[in-house]
């Protein structure tokens, strides 16, 4: 029963590295997506997908790249880790995507802690 | 565009009091869902309520209940005699359809809620 799984939990990068942030589920959802929570600011999406194969931009996606090659993975990449991504990441999904999938609340993984220096 | 305001960035009672947690929410849309979240200590988002525009009753959940009025966009959030592991931070959050595969999820900044002891 292991829902939405993201690792690390913990990652310091130097300015200039890249890096991938995984996440997997097993609840055989169709949608996901990546949130950053920033004090102050709530979770602003930054990248989401609706199926695999499908993949699309959210409000905050400078800087970060994602693919979707299955139902159940949906890894987030670091092109070229800046300060201002110091932040945590929170990889989220839900059953239905698309028009009705307004209604179904998120299933939110534990949250990956990235400092950037 | 959606916004959801929570006035409060931080709340401190003591163990056995109530609580009220605000949540304003400014859409256009006639049909949309309002959820809650806690965000515990440990950092995992957790799934509290949701609610739909056509449904204002009042929810109770053991000593949580929610408060929905239409008439002034407000979703609050009521913990009746807190307790320390109530401590945490909660989200009120905005769902609307939308045309496309988008989902438009609005999260407020946060209350960190806190409970002595």
């Known amino acids: 029963n292991a829902g939405v799984t993201q690792t690390p939990k913990f990652q310091v990068l130097k300015t200039g590295q890249s890096m991938t942030l995984q996440c997997a589920q097993d609840m055989n959802h169709e949608y996901m997506s990546w949130y950053r929570q920033d004090p102050g600011m709530g979770l602003r999406l930054i990248h989401y997908?609706?199926?695999?194969?499908?993949?699309d931009q959210g409000e905050v996606p400078n800087g970060y790249n994602v693919s979707r090659s299955t139902t159940e993975d949906f890894p987030l990449r670091l092109l070229s880790a800046a300060p201002s991504q110091t932040s945590v990441y929170f990889c989220a999904s839900s059953y239905s995507a698309g028009q009705s999938s307004y209604n179904s609340p998120l299933h939110f993984g534990n949250g990956t802690r990235l400092t950037v220096t | 565009a959606q916004k959801v305001t929570q006035a409060q960035t931080e709340i401190s009672v003591v163990e056995k009091e109530d609580v009220t947690l605000d949540c304003v929410y400014e859409?256009?849309?006639?049909?949309?869902?309002l959820f809650w979240y806690k965000q515990p200590p440990s950092g995992e988002l957790v799934f509290l309520i949701r609610r739909n525009s056509f449904d204002e009753q009042n929810e109770i959940s053991g000593r949580y209940s929610w408060n929905f009025q239409k008439s002034t966009s407000s979703f609050n959030f009521t913990i009746t005699a807190s307790q320390v592991v109530d401590s945490a931070v909660y989200f009120c959050?905005?769902?609307?359809?939308?045309?496309?595969?988008?989902?438009?999820?609005?999260f407020g900044s946060g209350t960190q809620l806190t409970v002595l002891p």
């Open positions: 959050a905005l769902s609307v359809p939308t045309s496309g595969s988008a989902r438009q999820l609005t």
């Open positions: 859409t256009r849309d006639t049909t949309y869902y």
């Open positions: 997908s609706v199926g695999a194969g499908i993949t």
